[in-house]
Every structure is written in C-alpha cells, then in structure tokens.
C-alpha cells in the first residue's frame, strides 16, 4: 500500500536533513604545518598519514593548496607542495583527505594540453572528462600480458628495419643534447597519423624549456598530428614535483587506451630531468644520497613507471601502451648512473651519435649500439626480408671504412663491401617530418640489398630512390598498397621491382662507371 | 562507480511507496547525498521520482495560489488531475502560496504544469493585444 509521502515535502526534509548532517562535526585528521621552504612543507601530527596521500594545506589566505606525503616519520611528515610553497606559513593547518593522488583520462583529453594534474593548459577551457585514474597503479601482472607482436612503425628505415619497435614495447632514445633524439619521437608520431594506424600519442615534456614544446605542438598541429595527441607539458620552471608527477600522471591517461582495447604510444621527454627533480625532492627530504647524489630508490623511480607500459593479453583487450623513454648523456657516456640504469629497463635503445650528425648522416643512429630486444617479432614480414643483412653490412663498412683511412690499394671485394656500405648509409638518411611507408622502406632496401645503387654516384643516390618511389607509386599503386599490409610481396613484384630499380639507376650511372662495366 | 541518476530515483520511489516516515527516509537519502558527493542533483533526482510515481498511480500536484483554497476547490483540483491521469490510484495535493499568482492558481506535475492563473491570463491578454497593435 501506497504512503501519502509528497515529493515535494520530502525534498525540503532532505534538505534540511542535508544542513544539519553537514553541521556536525567530524573528526577530521589535523596537523600543523612546522616548517616550509623548496616546495616542501614539514608537518607535525598527521600520524596516520599514508604513503603518497593528499593533504589539504590552508594557505594564509584561506586558499587550500595540495601536498602529497612522501616521508613519513614517527614525528612529523614531509610533504610536497603541488603549488605554490610561498604562500604557506609555518603554523598553517594540514589535513588528511584520505584520497592519492587523481588525474582525469579518457578520450575527452585527446588534443589537448595539460599540466601533470590534468588541467589544461591550451585556454580551450575545461576538459569535460567523466574518469579520473590514481597516478601510480600498479603494473599489469605476468597474466594479463602477452609477448609484443604487433608492429609500431615509426617510419624511420633505419629503426623500423634494424631495430624494430613493437606495441607494448619500451625502446629507449638515448644521446647527447642537439641529436635529434625529440626528432625521431616526433616522427613516429606524426607516423601514426599519416599511416592511420589509429594510435594515441602521449608526449611528456618533463623540465622542457616552454619554447621547444610550443614548436612541438605547432608542428602537431600543421601536420594534423594534435587531434590524435595529448600533451601533458611541464616547464624548468615548474617546480620539481609537477615534474616529478607529470610521467606518472602520463601514464595513467595512457593507461586508459591501453585498458580499453585501444593502442597508445608514450613518449618521456626526458627521463634525466625527471631523475634530477627526483634528486631535488628526495635531497630536500633529507633522505641519503647515493650514486651521483640520486636516492636509492631512483632506479625503481623508472623501473615502476616503465613497466606499466605493455602489451595485454586478449583476454584483457589485447590494447598496448608502448613507451619511447628519451634519456640524454654527457659526451656519449651511456655508462652513467640513470643511463645504465634506463637501459636494463628497456627492451633495447637507439642510441644516437654526435660525430654521424654532425656528419650529415641523420637520423644519427649508431647501429653498433643500437638494439631492440622483442621488436623482432613484431616486424613487419617485408621489412625484415629485406633487412635481414643490413645490420651486417654497416657493421662491416664502417669497420672497413676506418681501415681503408689508413690504405690506399685495396682489392675488389673490399671496395665493393665500402660502396655499398657509403650507398646504404646515404639511402638510410632522411629527413624530419618526412616518415616513409612500409612499401617505400621495402622498395628502397630491396633494391640497395640487390645492389642497385651500387653504381649509381654517392650524390645521386637519394635523386635515385625519389625518382623509383615515384615512378613505383605511379605505375604500380596496386601492388605498393598491398606490400603496405605488411606481406612479403611475390617474386613477380620483387622482379618487376628491382628491374624497374636497375633501369633507373642505369641513367645516373656515370660515363666512367660504363666504360668500366665495359 | 557512479550509479546512474535513473537508477538512484527508482529506488527512492521505491522506498517512498512503502517508507511511512518521511523524517527517516530523509535522513537516509540526505547521508547518501552527502557520502557520494551529490547533493546538487537532489532537485532533479527528485523530479526522476515525481515521474518515477507518477507512472506508477502516484500522482502528485502542487498547487500554487495567491490565498488559501478552498474543500471544494482542492476537490475540484483532484479532479482535474484525476481526469487527466485516469490511471491515477492516488493523488497527493499539496498546497503551497505565491502571491505572484495575483488570482486562480497554477498546478505543477512531475514533468508539467497547468496554468490557471490571472498572471497567466493577463499574459495571454498582453500578449495578444501586442500582436493586434504590430
């Protein structure tokens, strides 16, 4: 039977009940804030104070400013200050909020421009996102994971076919200041798009100067890369916990396309400035320096972060986060601390050189050192038929090319062994913002594997190639589209390829190089 | 997770249709408000269950008028209502002043609102002598 409860009535009784309920006092977890400086506040009494947790700082304005607890004594806490630390005062009240750290995710921050706590930076106005994820989660178990087997193309020929990268893998970018470590981050980002391989890209300025990110989004946003990106931006003069925050935070906006059978690439931009915030936090904490001044927990800083990018299994979605950590040495010693402890992260690195830039040869690659530990199974089958040998036939041109400084007559073999060598180097040369297709990546080293351009001049070597590519896209778009599956193509392709490579190639050949066939 | 708004207002119709202290019922869903940190829905969670009621044979009209109604028009007004949801069990007149009505009297539903005023009328009147001037 029906109550003659109104509606109406009840709504009033509510509120009312509402008013009172927030009338009555709770206990709340209060301490006092003892001492402030750096972007660390020291508080006395917040006892049952979790690891990483929030607390709600009352600054002297009445303004709540956020900390999150990073030592906990039996005394007092140390927290640091997600804001501004000049305005708290000694005396100022803390409480606990009994919440970690949360970031919004979800596909309403694609396109975007965010600082570590979600909050936009791009004066597009509120990001309109119904989820927030805590910014440290725990890595997916051994379970939910399968092996890397798709590919991620990053259209650059020498990565894709001698270190290839596959989703759910992390590839370190390793290199001094000024070799085009960002550049090869962005082309494979701007890969993404022109190959729609449907891919999200997360970029993570970590204490970048503001100007070079601003470039960056420009250049995102003129090659229409933007509306598939989210960047989440942090300057040098941000303080060091947003810094600290910003690839944690990251990756838990990744994380949401990775749990929702989606696939997403992280780039951190770069890890050496977020391993000195991290110094600068844990000094200022007073915890015991060790190797190089960085705590001793710097190495699980990275090693956390880095394995929370994966390839899940089917069961779980099959989505992947794949992860491009950028770390940058000092004159090429990759045997530092934070170096050769993000190397024994990763499944392998592309490790740039200096002396190759400033060569001409970029991207600067260093096959010796480069390497992908799991990115040979997700290679596309074209691709590695053809660089099968590649590898080894740099290795041994640039262990020749040393030699024969110092001789002058060599034989036959080993100055056909140097050409080619010279020949591959100059077709694996390309420039930014220009990444290649599988097709175009296939067609270029099949014909240079089957000694096409060894004739051709060193100065008409590329003139070559752009000329094949074009005629090939012309005349056999068709079969270019299919080999851009990924399939090995037939011999009848490879045949109709390689003449119409040798032809071209015939008339750049120069008179001397004739009158030598002859 | 977030429990959808429609979902929340079925179970307070629910509640409201075998619940005899409204006091209590209150106090539960103003805790459950509060817990779950939306307190500002409670307007239109309220309306959800208007509807929710309504649908179900419960129909509730406030009645807004300028001065106090009378038994008979009370009566009249729930047979007004009752004409217009014959499938109305119950109806629940509630009865509330506002002197902005000057005379007559406004019936709010759940989702509508009938509008017998001499604000209303005057209106119409203004709004009609407006157009014949244009």
């Known amino acids: 039977m029906a109550t003659e409860i109104s509606i109406k009535d009840l709504s009033e009784d509510i509120?009312?009940?509402?008013?009172?309920?927030?009338?009555?006092?709770?206990?709340?977890?209060?301490?006092?804030?003892?001492?402030?400086?750096?972007?660390?506040?020291?508080?006395?009494?917040l006892a049952k104070a979790g690891y990483s947790e929030m607390i709600d700082i009352t600054d002297q304005h009445g303004e709540t400013i956020t900390a999150f607890a990073l030592n906990l004594g039996q005394e007092e806490i140390g927290a640091v200050i997600l804001g501004d630390d000049t305005q708290i005062?000694?005396?100022?009240?803390?409480?606990?909020?009994?919440?970690?750290?949360?970031?919004?995710?979800?596909p309403e921050l694609v396109g975007r421009v965010v600082d570590p706590l979600g909050r936009?930076?791009?004066?597009?106005?509120?990001?309109?996102?119904?989820?927030?994820?805590?910014?440290?989660?725990?890595?997916?178990?051994?379970?939910?994971?399968?092996?890397?087997?798709?590919?991620?193309?990053?259209?650059?020929?020498?990565?894709?076919?001698?270190?290839?990268?596959?989703?759910?893998?992390?590839?370190?970018?390793?290199?001094?200041?000024?070799?085009?470590?960002?550049?090869?981050?962005?082309?494979?980002?701007?890969?993404?798009?022109?190959?729609?391989?449907?891919?999200?890209?997360?970029?993570?300025a970590i204490g970048q100067k503001?100007?070079?990110?601003?470039?960056?989004?420009?250049?995102?946003?003129?090659?229409?890369?933007?509306?598939?990106?989210?960047?989440?931006?942090?300057?040098?003069?941000?303080?060091?916990?947003?810094?600290?925050?910003?690839?944690?935070?990251a990756t838990a906006m990744g994380e949401y396309f990775r749990d929702n059978k989606q696939h997403a690439l992280i780039i951190y931009d770069d890890l050496t400035k977020h391993a000195a915030a991290y110094r600068q936090m844990s000094l200022l904490l007073r915890r015991p320096p060790g190797r190089e001044a960085y705590p001793g927990d710097v190495f699980y800083l990275h090693s956390r972060l880095l394995e929370r990018s994966a390839k899940l299994s089917d069961e779980k979605?099959?989505?992947?986060?794949?992860?491009?950590?950028?770390?940058?040495?000092?004159?090429?010693?990759?045997?530092?601390?934070?170096?050769?402890?993000?190397?024994?992260?990763?499944?392998?690195?592309?490790?740039?050189?200096?002396?190759?830039?400033?060569?001409?040869?970029?991207?600067a690659i260093s096959v010796g050192l480069s390497v992908s530990r799991v990115g040979g199974n997700a290679q596309t089958k074209a691709v590695k038929s053809v660089a099968k040998s590649l590898r080894l036939d740099l290795a041994q041109f640039r262990e020749l090319a040393a030699f024969s400084q110092f001789s002058t007559d060599l034989d036959a073999e080993t100055r056909q062994r140097i050409e080619r060598g010279q020949r591959l180097t100059e077709l694996l040369k390309q420039p930014q913002y220009s990444p290649y297709s599988i097709w175009q990546m296939y067609v270029v080293l099949l014909a240079a594997t089957e000694g096409t351009f060894d004739?051709?001049?060193?100065?008409?070597?590329k003139t070559t190639e752009a000329n094949l590519l074009r005629e090939l896209k012309h005349d056999q778009g068709k079969a270019m589209d299919a080999i851009n599956t990924g399939a090995e193509p037939d011999e009848k392709t490879k045949k109709l390829i390689v003449d119409l490579a040798n032809k071209i190639a015939a008339s750049y050949v120069t008179v001397d190089e004739k009158s030598k066939e002859k | 997770m977030k429990v959808p708004r429609a979902q929340v207002a079925e179970?307070?119709?629910?509640?409201?249709?075998?619940?005899?202290?409204?006091?209590?019922?209150?106090?539960?869903?103003?805790?459950?408000?509060?817990?779950?940190?939306?307190?500002?829905?409670l307007d239109s969670l309220m309306r959800d269950v208007m509807a929710?009621?309504?649908?179900?044979?419960?129909?509730?009209?406030?009645?807004?008028?300028?001065?106090?109604?009378?038994?008979?028009?009370?009566?009249?007004?729930?047979?007004?209502?009752?004409?217009?949801?014959?499938a109305a069990k119950m109806v629940i007149i509630r009865e509330t002043h506002d002197p902005e009505v000057i005379g007559g009297l406004k019936v709010k539903l759940a989702n509508e609102q009938l509008d017998l005023s001499v604000r209303a009328r005057l209106d119409t009147f203004k709004r009609l002598t407006l157009e014949g001037t244009k």
């Open chain 1, 15 to 45: 509120r009312a009940a509402i008013a009172q309920l927030k009338q009555q006092p709770e206990i709340e977890n209060v301490g006092i804030v003892t001492r402030v400086g750096d972007g660390i506040a020291w508080i006395y009494g």
């Open chain 1, 89 to 106: 005062k000694a005396g100022a009240t803390a409480k606990l909020s009994g919440r970690v750290l949360e970031v919004p995710v979800g």
């Open chain 1, 120 to 204: 936009p930076l791009d004066g597009k106005g509120a990001i309109k996102s119904k989820l927030t994820s805590r910014v440290e989660r725990t890595a997916p178990g051994v379970l939910d994971r399968k092996s890397v087997h798709e590919p991620l193309m990053t259209g650059i020929t020498a990565i894709d076919s001698m270190v290839p990268i596959g989703r759910g893998q992390r590839e370190l970018i390793i290199g001094d200041r000024q070799t085009g470590k960002t550049a090869i981050a962005i082309d494979t980002m701007i890969n993404q798009h022109r190959q729609d391989t449907g891919v999200i890209n997360i970029y993570v």
């Open chain 1, 210 to 249: 503001l100007s070079k990110v601003a470039r960056l989004i420009e250049r995102l946003k003129r090659e229409g890369v933007m509306e598939q990106t989210i960047v989440i931006a942090t300057s040098a003069a941000d303080p060091a916990s947003l810094q600290y925050l910003a690839p944690y935070a």
């Open chain 1, 317 to 363: 979605g099959a989505g992947s986060l794949t992860a491009l950590p950028i770390i940058e040495t000092q004159a090429g010693d990759i045997s530092a601390y934070i170096p050769t402890n993000v190397i024994s992260i990763t499944d392998g690195q592309i490790f740039m050189e200096t002396n190759l830039f400033y060569q001409g040869i970029r991207p």
């Open chain 1, 455 to 461: 004739k051709v001049p060193l100065d008409k070597v």
């Open chain 2, 11 to 41: 179970a307070i119709a629910k509640k409201t249709l075998t619940e005899h202290d409204p006091a209590v019922l209150a106090r539960e869903i103003a805790a459950y408000l509060l817990t779950e940190n939306r307190v500002q829905d």
């Open chain 2, 52 to 86: 929710y009621r309504q649908e179900h044979g419960v129909v509730e009209a406030t009645v807004m008028s300028a001065h106090d109604l009378t038994a008979d028009v009370k009566s009249e007004v729930a047979g007004l209502v009752q004409d217009h949801y014959p």
